[in-house]
């Protein structure tokens, strides 16, 4: 049995390192406790939650900076405002207590409820020297592993007793991580009702310290992530929910590349654990740092936190309105006239959008603001100015957040106008991501969208190399636009297709086909050999599927696929090219597709061991087309006639109609304009319908359409029988009557 009392635990002998020195330079040892895997997430010399170990923000919090081309760069960094905080030193006699409790805990298989008495106990010996113990580097991570194990009442007494000094320990590298840990064990107890009040008046302790003063906790890199923690924790959403914002999700909401999360219904809202709690905190914090708002605004720290307040307190306007209020620096006597936007705010705003953090902050205002004040920014604010602010390093992400947030075909308009003829200067000035929110803007409002098609074309490709150089110019955006004669410029072999290019041809190619001709020309008119090196590359390989998932006639697709032919084994085993050559088997005839499986068939054994590999050989029936070739050609003959006939009876009306004129069913057309005029995605569904009632096929002699007519044979003479029966039941009853 292991003796948990402080008295027991003094006199045994110490087994790890001597914790009996000066905190100092015990900070600067080793930790020798490493090798018992007590790092509790966190990385001494490498960067750790987000944030490096000489305090500076890693690059992925700058949230959907996507022009990868000018980076965001904070040159003129605000000072913080900083307290004062004596640390106090750990007296010998605790540290050896904490280093024979961590040798106790760790390492063993102790049963959890004796492992719960242990954690606890230890934490009370806690009791009035939280600050020095969380933000010792050693005994800290012992802290964690207490805190991850103690009873919920035995956690709130830890958090209620070091409330007092919570700010201070929230701020120090150690002591956040033994706050967050304590944050992150009272979210597994949020499930069971009864522990909310307890939580909640222990939460309610701790926010009270911090409203104390807010500035210096929210200005810090460490206790930033600590509030944003809290704040999550209030809403009842994963600790981890907003900590990382990855580029590529807000780059994907604004190309139309992903379905934009709702923000009155959204997953966020479904969840009130602590509404009020939220709500008053973030309001008390603001009220206590009114005047401290223009250091907040342009900190990069205190941006994250706004930003995440202003995330979960999407769908309650009144606090929204509040926190973007003062956020705009909006004054108390315009917001109370109803006039949020005065000439002297409008002026402090066009000023601030050009600061990496602020610029971060008005990106998440746009996204959360209601209709009217988005109406009012745009207008009042940023019109007139967007090309000029489309320029700026920072400014031009704010410019991409309007148009990708534009709620109407009027704002759309109002973009248009000032952006619709600067193309060529925004491609030339490397500011392509406000170019392509514009594209994605005019496709999500349904206007402008041909205009737009015709700048981009325009601004990269004139005279008599339009429009064949369009495509090949935009892959190559950046390369292009920096060299020194334009006219003179071919495909540069063996160079990273850019990513923003590829990203602008897959929203054109998501185009009606007859807004894109000139397009669908250029990508067909590529060279075999350019074709094969884009299906290589992770952003062409994009373009080519895209292209081929488009709606554009099946004749136009087959030109391109037609250019891989002798390459498609190479590319099957080639862990982009590979997904290339299923988009060009589906969008192939009967022959295309025996070419496709017959250079793929000598690499078996090779694509077996790709990570792409065994759903190709699956996919296409490779193994079916060595065994028996004249049985795998029936296969695909009826799956293509059931497709059909599927569209006949069930597609669009224009479909239906154009059924009477076209040709009866011919191995070379495989479906041509009926499968390409269809929707993408009622086309997988119906393919994936269609390929599971075949897999029983693949193993009989019987052709497929045949248990298609035997079923509808066998259902009609069901259904005359029925109408034979009802017919002579209702005779009877009339006879009856009579």
Same mark, same amino acid.
């Given at each position: ?165 919570? &700010? ?7 002591? *956040?991580? +033994?706050?967050? @840990? =304590? %944050? $992150?064990? #009272? ?106 708002? &223009? ?7 205190? *941006?994250? +936190?706004?930003? @995440? =307040? %202003? $995330?979960? #307190? ?121 170019? =392509? ?302």
């Amino acid at each position: 049995m292991v003796s948990v009392g402080r008295r027991a635990l003094i006199l045994r002998k110490h087994k790890g390192c001597d914790l009996t020195e000066q905190p100092t330079a015990r900070e600067n040892q080793t930790n020798n406790q490493g090798e018992r895997k007590r790092t509790m997430g966190r990385k001494s010399s490498k960067k750790h939650a987000g944030v490096n170990a000489d305090h500076t923000v890693e690059s992925a919090s700058r949230g959907n900076a996507y022009d990868n081309n000018r980076p965001r760069k904070d040159k003129n960094a605000t000072p913080v405002p900083q307290t004062s905080f004596l640390r106090q030193q750990v007296d010998p006699e605790t540290a050896k207590y904490f280093a024979e409790i961590a040798n106790a805990i760790e390492g063993t298989e102790i049963d959890p409820e004796e492992r719960s008495v242990i954690c606890g106990n230890a934490l009370e010996e806690t009791r009035g020297k939280e600050a020095e113990l969380a933000t010792d580097y050693i005994i800290s991570h012992t802290l964690q592993t207490l805190l991850e194990g103690c009873s919920l009442d035995h956690l709130c007494s830890f958090l209620q007793s070091c409330a007092k000094n919570f &700010s201070h320990i929230a701020a120090d590298r150690s002591g *956040s991580h +033994v706050v967050e @840990t =304590a %944050l $992150k064990s #009272l979210s597994f107890h949020l499930q069971d009702n009864e522990n909310h009040s307890l939580i909640e008046k222990s939460l309610t302790k701790v926010c009270k310290a911090i409203v104390v003063n807010p500035v210096d906790v929210m200005c810090n890199c460490h206790g930033s992530h600590v509030l944003r923690s809290l704040l999550c924790l209030f809403k009842g959403v994963p600790l981890e929910e907003f900590h990382s914002s990855k580029s590529s999700v807000g780059l994907a909401e604004r190309l139309n590349l992903k379905a934009r999360h709702a923000k009155d219904n959204g997953p966020l809202q479904s969840q009130q654990v602590f509404p009020n709690l939220l709500k008053h905190f973030v309001s008390e914090m603001l009220n206590a740092a009114s005047e401290d708002i &223009s250091t907040l605004q342009v900190n990069q720290f205190s *941006s994250l +936190v706004l930003q @995440t =307040a %202003l $995330k979960l #307190l999407a769908g309650n306007e009144q606090e929204s309105l509040h926190l973007i209020r003062v956020l705009l620096g909006s004054s108390t006597e315009s917001a109370n006239a109803g006039n949020l936007l005065e000439g002297k705010t409008i002026r402090n705003i066009l000023r601030l959008v050009e600061e990496t953090a602020y610029s971060h902050l008005m990106e998440a205002i746009l996204e959360f603001a209601p209709e009217t004040l988005y109406n009012e920014l745009l207008t009042k604010v940023f019109r007139k100015s967007l090309f000029r602010l489309s320029t700026h390093h920072c400014a031009n992400f704010v410019v991409q957040a309007l148009a990708s947030h534009a709620r109407s075909p009027d704002h759309m308009d109002l973009i248009w106008e000032e952006l619709g003829t600067k193309f060529y200067d925004l491609f030339e000035m490397g500011k392509s991501g406000v170019v =392509a929110s514009v594209l994605a803007a005019t496709q999500r409002l349904h206007c402008h969208e041909h205009e737009c098609c015709q700048a981009i074309a325009a601004a990269v490709c004139t005279g008599d190399e339009f429009p064949k150089c369009i495509v090949p110019r935009i892959l190559f955006l950046e390369n292009f636009f920096c060299s020194r004669e334009k006219s003179n410029w071919s495909w540069p072999h063996g160079t990273k297709i850019h990513v923003v290019g590829s990203l602008i041809l897959q929203s054109i190619f998501r185009l009606p086909s007859e807004l894109i001709q000139v397009y669908v020309t250029s990508i067909t008119s590529l060279e075999e050999h350019q074709v094969l090196e884009a299906s290589k590359d992770p952003s062409g390989s994009r373009v080519i599927e895209s292209f081929l998932n488009s709606n554009i006639s099946a004749k136009q697709k087959r030109k391109l696929v037609v250019k891989l032919r002798g390459h498609f084994g190479e590319l099957s085993v080639h862990p982009f090219g590979s997904f290339t050559v299923e988009k060009c088997f589906t969008a192939s005839n009967l022959n295309l597709r025996e070419t496709i499986v017959s250079e793929m068939l000598p690499l078996q054994a090779e694509l077996s061991k790709t990570k792409q590999g065994p759903y190709l050989l699956r996919k296409l029936d490779i193994d079916g087309f060595a065994r028996q070739p004249d049985q795998w050609k029936s296969r695909q003959a009826s799956q293509q006639s059931a497709l059909k006939e599927f569209y006949a009876t069930f597609g669009p009306t224009e479909t239906k109609s154009n059924e009477s004129v076209r040709k009866p069913f011919e191995k070379e057309s495989f479906l041509a304009d009926t499968v390409s005029k269809s929707k993408p995605g009622k086309l997988k569904d119906i393919r994936k319908e269609i390929e599971t009632t075949l897999a029983s096929a693949k193993t009989s002699n019987t052709p497929f359409l045949a248990h298609q007519v035997s079923k509808k044979m066998k259902r009609s003479k069901d259904e005359k029988k029925r109408h034979r029966k009802d017919g002579e039941s209702e005779s009877q009853k009339k006879k009856i009557k009579v």
